[in-house]
């Protein structure tokens, strides 16, 4: 509807992936997928708020890993562990002593930078002054509070760096619970927050973020095919949901990169405006993490396999993802602008299982005449999908917005609609238009999105 004679006609161009972090950072905000934290304040620094819009596209991206990495198979389960956690975990963990990033201080300007992200180590990027870093010292990055009213060593508490220790405390009461086997896998989605000395580039790296962890448990003989399984189904996935093959790679940590409890990581990484960075890490964690909480708690954290009455600790493999810096890839690599008759226009491809509104509901005018039927529409599609209802300004610059917002379908309810029943409904990838029965839109739109 409103798009003229030669509807659908928008220009076939390729899709142009944004460069420019600007451009997504600036649409976020504009259309309420991502805020500055605090703004009325003037902003807390590296924090953000997702807003209507981003906390679905947020969610559904966590319920897309959820459903590839646990619905969809037999042998994993889902849990949701405490944020806040005694130094006891952190302990035997190895964090407490080995998760810091090692920091210099410039003795002219005062500022204080990560040795290891430094591009000349003798030289301030901030001030160009030259040996005037202080000695590196090593600094946690793990956020430190106190649980209770009482002050004191007893009463340290920490918020969890990484979901994946609620998946090792828990080992033996989900191997009970859950009667499964090696090779099984305990997944988890949740806050982390790290006291990073660099957050940068808006959500890609910040102080509270959101992981999405799977620990796959498995007998230490099969641990390097599960590794390679993993890597080619988590880089698989990414693609499934929209992102083009050339801006995925999946690269090998060399020995000096690897984290203190990994025997082998690989990374999968996207083309980010700045270059290729990570979106994900898979590693292969070896039994150190159950090994070290058996220590530490004098648990028994193992598996006896009754088949062949042999007990053991199974290696992990783990494949690590961040579900916010995983949104920001997903939106840019879905922004696209093309020329639709003689107008540019701005369109979120989204994979429709991401997209935040699957259906938008439109009557062609506000009159009474039309809302009526325009309302019961969307309560027909809202009882499956998440739909947008917009009755404010022209049908063009709605359109325009759904489009900017990455929804796949309008559905425009006119005054046709009242005599033969039937609805417009309009593709946003290629902008054409057909006609459907209203008794046939819920069996057309689900076949259109593919669910
Ligand atoms: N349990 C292993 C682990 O936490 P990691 O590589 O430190 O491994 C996994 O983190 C993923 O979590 C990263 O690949 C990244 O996507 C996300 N992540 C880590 N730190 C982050 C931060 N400061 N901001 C946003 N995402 C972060």
Redesign the pocket.
């Known amino acids: 509807m409103g798009e003229g004679p030669g509807q659908g006609a928008s220009v076939a161009l390729p899709p142009m992936p944004a460069t420019d972090l600007e451009q997504i950072v600036s649409l976020c905000k504009r259309r309420g997928f991502v805020y500055q934290s605090a703004e009325i304040y003037g902003g807390f620094r590296s924090t953000y708020d997702y807003g209507p819009l981003g906390s679905l596209l947020l969610r559904n991206v966590k319920e897309a890993w959820i459903r590839s990495v646990v619905q969809q198979r037999d042998d994993v389960v889902l849990i949701d562990a405490a944020v806040l956690s005694p130094p006891q975990v952190w302990e035997a963990s190895g964090h407490l002593s080995n998760f810091s990033d090692p920091l210099v201080d410039c003795t002219e300007c005062k500022q204080r930078f990560r040795l290891d992200k430094l591009d000349d180590p003798d030289t301030c990027p901030n001030c160009g002054a030259t040996n005037s870093f202080t000695e590196a010292r090593e600094f946690n990055l793990m956020f430190k509070t106190q649980a209770g009213p009482v002050e004191g060593t007893g009463a340290d508490a920490y918020l969890r760096p ?1 979901t ?1 220790q609620g998946m090792f405390t828990n080992f033996v009461q989900v191997l009970q619970t859950s009667r499964k086997k090696p090779p099984f896998g305990i997944a988890q989605v949740g806050k982390s927050f ?1 006291n ?1 000395i660099t ?1 940068q580039n808006w959500i ?4 509270e ?1 959101e ?1 999405m ?1 799977l620990e796959f448990f498995v007998p230490p003989a099969e641990s390097a095919d599960w590794y390679e399984y993993w890597c080619n189904a988590r880089l698989q996935w990414y693609a499934d949901l929209g992102i083009p093959a050339e801006m995925l790679r999946l690269r090998a940590h060399d020995a000096d990169e690897l984290s203190h409890y990994s025997a082998g990581t690989a990374d999968v990484e996207f083309q980010f405006p700045w270059g290729f960075d ?4 898979i ?1 292969q964690r070896t039994d150190y993490d159950l090994r070290q909480h058996a220590e530490h708690s004098g648990e028994k954290l193992d598996y006896f396999d009754p088949q062949t009455n042999e007990r053991y600790v199974p290696y992990v493999i ?1 494949p ?3 579900a ?2 995983t949104m920001a890839a997903f939106l840019l690599a879905a922004y696209d602008e093309d020329v639709i008759n003689d107008e540019k226009r701005t369109v979120l491809r989204l994979h429709p299982r991401l997209a935040p509104y699957k259906v938008a509901v439109l009557p062609l005018s506000k009159k009474d005449t039309l809302t009526p039927l325009a309302h019961e529409i969307r309560a027909l599609l809202s009882d499956r999908y998440m739909v947008d209802y917009d009755e404010t300004q022209n049908i063009g610059k709605r359109y325009r917005r759904q489009d900017e917002i990455g929804t796949p379908l309008a559905v425009t309810v006119d005054f046709d609609s009242l005599d033969d029943g039937a609805v417009t409904v309009r593709d946003r990838d290629t902008t054409e238009q057909v006609r459907v029965p209203i008794d046939e839109l819920v069996a057309t739109v689900s076949d259109r999105l593919g669910f």
């Open positions: 990484e994946a790290r990073e957050p890609f790296r910040t102080r973020f992981q962890e990570e979106l994900e890490g590693a783990e690590a993802a961040g916010t810096r």
